[in-house]
């Protein structure tokens, strides 16, 4: 090969090469697109948290209200539960028991335990959508999930604030929907398992519908999360997400 001919072959390559390289979407803006299409000015939703376990099956029913990536407040409205509330604001997390007139916090590993016996925990019903404030991320490479290519990303905490230390999610190369998800100790022991059953399309984006969660700590146990209704940017009352209001 004369060297012109070398020199315009390299050229060409470098020239293929520089939009693939420029087209190449980072960790970080995969998680940040992730949690964009979860996140809506407000929002008003209800829905049924079903835990099937040895003891039988458990049914609890809730309305919702969020607002921007990390205010959310949930109001169980089943029997058993009726008035009992979860308010999670400036990345604190509030239980309150009307028949207790009481008010907790919750931090650290309480953010993990059980949400009225279910898979679920209380970070996982109310968890905020800031996700690069809490974790580091690394992109694994891609797998298809059910159908879709998604990509397999690694996150890593950045404290132990949060209630999993490792999560191994499935993104969407489309939509961005986390179709599934690990979360493991900072040992590797596996936690809780959650994939994506049904998903419904809101204001052009793809959310989940229906969720199964299995906590890997219980025997014979799984839970599924569906919603009923979901509106967005609608108009809210912000009072609804203060702390003083939470035991109206």
């Known amino acids: 090969m004369s060297n012109r001919t070398r020199i315009i072959t390299t050229t060409l390559l470098f020239l293929l090469i520089i939009p693939f390289n420029l087209s190449a979407i980072t960790a970080e803006e995969i998680i940040n697109t992730m949690d964009g299409m979860q996140t809506f000015d407000t929002s008003y939703s209800t829905g049924s948290i079903k835990t099937t376990d040895r003891f039988g099956v458990k049914e609890s029913t809730f309305k919702a209200w969020s607002q921007g990536s990390s205010d959310s407040l949930i109001e ?50 109310t968890e905020e959508k800031n996700t690069l404030d809490d974790y580091t ?5 891609s797998q298809i999930v059910n159908g879709h290519d998604c990509h397999v990303l690694t996150l ?24 599934k998800a690990a979360y493991s100790t900072a040992q590797g022991r596996l936690l ?10 809101v204001d052009g984006r793809t959310l989940p519908k229906q969720t199964k969660i299995e906590d890997k700590m219980k025997r014979d146990s799984s839970t599924i999360m569906a919603l009923d209704t979901l509106e967005v940017n609608i108009p809210l009352d912000r009072k609804i997400f203060a702390l003083e209001n939470l035991t109206w």
């Open 192 to 201: 809780k398992e959650m994939e994506v059953l049904d998903t419904i399309v």
């Open 76 to 125: 169980f409205t089943s029997v058993a539960e009726r008035g009992q509330k979860i308010l999670r604001t400036k990345g604190s997390l509030y239980l309150f028991y009307p028949d207790a007139e009481e008010l907790i916090r919750l931090q650290g590993a309480a953010l993990r335990q059980s949400l009225l016996g279910s898979d679920l925990s209380y970070e996982d019903m």
């Open 156 to 179: 890593t905490a950045k404290t132990r604030q949060v209630a999993y230390p490792i999560q191994k999610i499935w993104v969407d190369k489309e939509t961005y929907l986390v179709w």
């Open 137 to 141: 991320v690394r992109l694994d490479g």
